[in-house]
């Protein structure tokens, strides 16, 4: 019943910008945190960022912090990632995940997944 589908990747340059959407439905938004994942080609998936239930509450990768936000628009059921200052190494497919109740970046604790979307970042 619940279901996160991603959008917003694409092709950017070193330095550029991004916004990924993450559309929630089936599901009581308030209820549940939401993190966004990536792995890249060859690699296990690492968690970059998750946002608590209310939106008050986040966390950040190392990798990524200050040059990411994440934020929540529980009306809307839709989070979003705003990934600045991009590099190549933040090449992956980016996932959205929800747990009920639950901010971790480790994906084992995510039970519900999107698809993905990709993000490529190359000059």
């Known amino acids: 019943q619940l279901q996160l589908v991603e959008s917003g990747g694409g092709l950017v340059q070193p330095g550029g910008s991004l916004r990924l959407s993450c559309a929630a439905s089936?599901?009581?938004?308030?209820?549940?945190?939401i993190g966004w994942f990536r792995q890249a080609p060859g690699k296990e998936r690492e968690g970059v960022s998750c946002?608590?239930?209310?939106?008050?509450?986040?966390k950040y990768a190392d990798s990524v912090k200050g040059r990411f936000t994440i934020s929540r628009d529980n009306a809307k059921n839709t989070v979003y990632l705003q990934m600045n200052s991009l590099k190549p190494e933040d090449t992956a497919v980016y996932y959205c995940?929800?747990?009920?109740?639950?901010?971790?970046?480790?994906?084992?604790?995510?039970?519900?997944w999107g698809k993905g979307t990709l993000v490529t970042v190359s000059s």
């Open positions: 995940a929800a747990a009920m109740g639950t901010m971790s970046l480790l994906p084992q604790f995510m039970p519900y």
């Open positions: 089936g599901f009581t938004p308030d209820y549940y945190a």
């Open positions: 946002i608590s239930g209310s939106g008050g509450s986040t």
